[in-house]
């Protein structure tokens, strides 16, 4: 029942979950819902609960990735390009702000991925420096969301180079 609350907010919106909806993705009887969950609010924090685990394992797989490239802004370029490229794991993203933003209590959810992305990236960069990275890439998952499409690649490498500072191979 989880996957599928989670699934159809992900996919329709935090206002399009219900016990009859949930029950009818998971095909369940409609009195499992209503028995394991007694509103509404314990069912989008226990499906939350789900895409937060999820977004842990893809921060562990973004840290393989970003120790592997070594942290330079080529490589993360390369990395997020491809990270922004998955619609609905932009969309779980998106999902997990907004529960943030409404309800201050599941906050800390929607504060892992950048806090996350700052840990990594302070292997190669000053503290201060992988923050802004993660929150410039935090805003860049928005942006693809809005726009339909990712930031170009080569402009996503010179920013991150930037706010890394570092250079760029064409710059040394």
């Known amino acids: ?9 992900i996919t329709n919106g935090w206002a399009a979950l219900t016990h009859r909806r949930v ?8 009195g499992a819902t209503t028995y394991y969950f007694d509103s509404l609010d314990d069912l989008r924090t226990s499906a939350l609960e789900v895409v937060v ?7 562990r797989q973004v840290a393989e990735a970003v120790h592997a490239c070594q942290g330079s802004a080529e490589g993360l370029a390369a990395l997020f390009v491809s990270y ?3 619609h609905a794991r932009l969309q779980a993203e998106t999902l997990l702000y907004y529960a ?8 800390p959810y929607a504060q892992r991925w950048v806090q996350g992305i700052t840990e990594i990236l302070s292997a190669y960069a000053t503290p ?3 923050q802004a990275t993660a929150v410039y890439l935090d ?24 706010l890394m500072n570092t250079s ?3 710059d040394r």
């Open 1 to 9: 029942m989880l996957e599928a609350a989670a699934r159809e907010m």
């Open 168 to 170: 760029l191979p064409e």
């Open 84 to 86: 922004l490229s998955d």
């Open 128 to 130: 201060e420096a992988a």
């Open 100 to 107: 943030g933003v409404y309800q201050p209590e599941l906050r």
């Open 23 to 30: 029950a009818e993705l998971a095909q369940v009887p409609l």
């Open 139 to 162: 805003g860049v998952i928005l942006y693809t969301l809005l726009h339909d499409r990712p930031v170009d690649e080569k402009a996503l490498r010179m920013a991150i180079a930037a």
């Open 53 to 59: 685990a999820q977004a842990d394992e893809e921060i």
